[in-house]
C-alpha cells in the first residue's frame, strides 16, 4: 500500500491528532517504561527520580494500547509489550506491574494491538482510583493524545 | 437435510414440555467427608410459598436429619433484577453418621432428589505427613520430554530416572467440571482439596446462580479440615501469585478464582504455618506502587502482627529457615515468580527487577525444614505453576524446564520420606494441555523451511543437550537438535522453531474486537511461519485439555490410588491417611 494513502487514512481516523500542534509532541521530554520505577522489592515499588521530577509535565511514551475496558471508557492501558491476556476480560489474567493509564483530551479510534504507539500527555504519578470504573492506576498521562510510530 | 429438520423439531418439542428441574447443591452424587462442614442449597425454577416447599432426606423432614431449618429466599434475583425463583439455603451443616442419604425436593409441579455419600475414615491416621506436589497442567508430553532433556537417552533407553518415575502407586485421574467436559486450574484443585468437583474458575463451592461470587454453597477444604481436627502444620508453596487458583484452592471458597484480595483475606484467616510464592501485589495495601488492592488492608503487616517472619528474598528466605518462628511468610514477587529458565539460565522475564527469588527446589526444602518441627505432622502443597503458565502460550522449553524443577522438588519430599517414612507423597498434574513430544528439530538437516528439519520417525534420531555440570538442566536450551513439541490447539501465531531466548512466548495479541490475532513480535524470526489457529478467535492462548492427568503417590495410604479415579476421590485418600474423619485433638 503507497505510504500517502496509508497516511491519509490514518488522519482520516485520528482527527483529534491532525489538528495537535506539532512543535508541542515533539518537544515533550520522552519516558520510557524502563524509566518509570526506581526499584522494585516484593514490598513495593519506588518511583524513577525521573518520574518525579517530570510529574506535572508533558512526556512522551511509547508503548502499545491494551483492548480498552470498553468502548466508551475515558481511559485505555498502555503497556510495555504488546498484552497477549486481557485481564479485563480473563478471570486468570492479571496486569503487569508497568502500565501507564491515558486519559485522552479527546476520543481517538483504537489502534491494532501489534502497532507501537507513542503517547503524550500530562505525567501523573501516585495511586489514583478512576471514580467510573474503580480502576487503579499508579503512573497517568492526562489530557493526552496519541498516533502511530 | 430434512433429517436435521425433524431433529431439530423434536429437540424444540422435547423442550418446550421439559420441566425445569430444582438445583440442589451439593450435587447428586456427591461424597462427603463425615463429620465435615458444607452449605446446603435448593434453586426452585419458581417462586414458591416456604409452605409450599417440602424437602425430605431419606424420607424425614430434612430439618430433623440436618438439625436445622434452612433460610428460605422467596425471590432470588440475577444481576439486572430478574427474579430467578425461590431458594432454601442451610450454611455450616454436617452429617456425623456415614452412609447414603437422599435429599428430595417438591414444590408445585417442581420435583428433584439427589443421593449423597457420607463417609467416614478409620480412626487411625496410616500417615503422619502429606506432601501433594502439584505440576500445574502436568502431562505426559512435559514428563517425557523433561526426563530425555534432563537426563539424555541411547538406543532407546533413558539415561537415568525422573524422580517422579519411581512412585509405586498411580492412577488415571478424571479432571471434568460440573458443568463442563473441560475444566481450569480452580475446579480441579479444589476438587482435589475438598472432595467436591465445581465449576470452572470455582474454589470450594458449588457454583450456584446469583450473581455474587461470594456466597456460594461452600464446602470444606483440607486446611479447615486439619484445623478442624488435627494439630498439624498446614503449608503452601508454589511459584505463581500465592493467591493464583491452585495454591488458593487449599485454603479458599469463592465462585470466581479472579477475586484475589478476598483470597488473600481466605489464606489469612486459615494462617498456614508456612506460605511462599509470588503475588506480593494482593498483601500491600492500596497506595503502594505495586499493590493490586482496592482497600487499605496491610497484609505483611497482618502476617507480621501474628507472628510470621517475612521474606522477600533468596537470602532472607534461607535466614528465615534459621530461625524458630514456625511460620514464614515469603513473597518473592509482586506477580507470577519467574520461571527457572528466565530464573537461572537466560535471565529474562522479570529477573532484572527481581534477581533474587528463590526456586522451588528451595522453597519446597525450607517447608519441610520448618513444618517438621511439629511433632503432630504436616500437610504440604507445593505447585510448580509455570508448567502450566508457559504450555498457555506454548513456550515448550520453559514448560519442560519448569518440569524438571519440579521434578527435583519431587526429590526432595522424597529423601524427606526416606527418613520420615510415615509421609505420603502424591504427585499429579491438576488438568492437562494438548501437547505432544514429536520428534526432534533439526537445524543442520537439508531444506530451506523450518518444517524440512522437524524430523520424525527415524529421523528424528536423539537431540544433542548436553549437562556437563550434571544440574538436571541442559547446559544450553537452543541447541541445533532440540525436541520437537507442538500443540493440538492454538491461537493464530508464528511457529518460530526454536526456543524463546529474549523472554516468555506470547504467541497472540487482542483487537479492539475481542479477536486474538497472531503476535507480529515473531514475524521475522528467520524460518517462522504463520500458523492459522483452530481455535475460537476468542481464544487468547493454547487451552486445557480434557485428557486424563496421572497421578502417582508413595507412603503409607498411597495403595489406595489405583484404575480410573474423579479428582475429588483423591480427597478421600488424603483424608483416610490422616484419619479425618475422626477429631484428633
Known sequence: MPFALRRRQFLAALPALAS?????????????????????????????????????????????????????????????????????????????????????????????????????????????????????????LRDASFGLV | MRALFLSLAATTILAGIAQAEPAIMPLDRATILAGSPFDFKIELDQVHAAADVAVTVNGQPYASVFGKPAEFVAEEKGKDGKVLGSALIARGLSIAKPGDYTVAVTAGTETKSVTWTVYGTPAVPTAKNVIFLLGDGLSVAHRTAARIMSKGMHDGKADGRLAMDDLDHMAFIGTSSTHSIATDSANTMSAYMTGHKSRVNALGVYADRTPSSLDD????????????????SVGIVSTAEIEDATPAAVVSHTRKRADKAEIVGMIYDVKPEVVLGGGSAYFLKSGIPGSKRKDDKDYISLFRDAGYTVATTATELKAADGSNSGKILGLFHTGNMDTKLDRSFLKTGTVDKFPDQPGLVDMTQTALDQLSKNPDGFFLMVEGASIDKMSHPMDWDRAVIETIEFDQAVGVAKDFARTHPDTLIVVAGDHTHGVSLIGTIDDDKPGTEMRDKVGVYDDAGYPNYTDADHDGYPDKIDVSRRLAIFSSNFPDYYETFRPKMDGPFEPAVKTETGDYVANEAYKDVPGAVLRVGNLPKSADTAVHAVDDVVLQATGPGSDEFKGYMEQSDVYRVLADAFALGAAQK
Not at chain 1, 72 to 93: G, H, K, N
Not at chain 1, 102 to 113: A, D, G, I, K, N
Open chain 1, 20 to 140: 495537535l500542534p506539532r512543535m508541542a509532541r515533539a518537544e515533550a521530554p520522552e519516558l520510557t517504561f524502563d524509566q518509570l520505577y526506581g526499584g522494585y522489592s516484593a514490598l513495593g515499588l519506588t518511583f524513577s527520580d525521573k518520574v518525579k521530577l517530570l510529574d506535572g509535565q508533558s512526556v512522551r511514551i511509547r508503548g502499545f494500547m491494551a483492548p480498552p475496558l470498553k468502548a466508551e471508557a475515558q481511559f485505555f492501558v498502555l503497556t510495555r509489550v504488546p498484552m497477549a491476556l486481557c485481564p479485563f476480560c480473563s478471570t486468570d489474567a492479571d496486569w503487569p506491574d508497568n502500565i501507564v493509564v491515558v486519559y485522552l483530551e479527546h476520543r481517538q479510534t483504537f489502534v491494532q494491538p501489534n502497532r507501537t504507539i507513542e503517547v503524550t500527555g500530562r505525567l501523573e504519578h501516585g495511586s489514583w482510583v478512576d471514580p467510573d470504573t474503580g480502576f487503579v492506576s499508579q503512573l497517568r
Open chain 2, 217 to 232: 454453597p461452600k464446602v470444606e477444604t483440607i486446611a479447615e479440615a486439619l484445623r478442624r481436627t488435627t494439630k498439624k
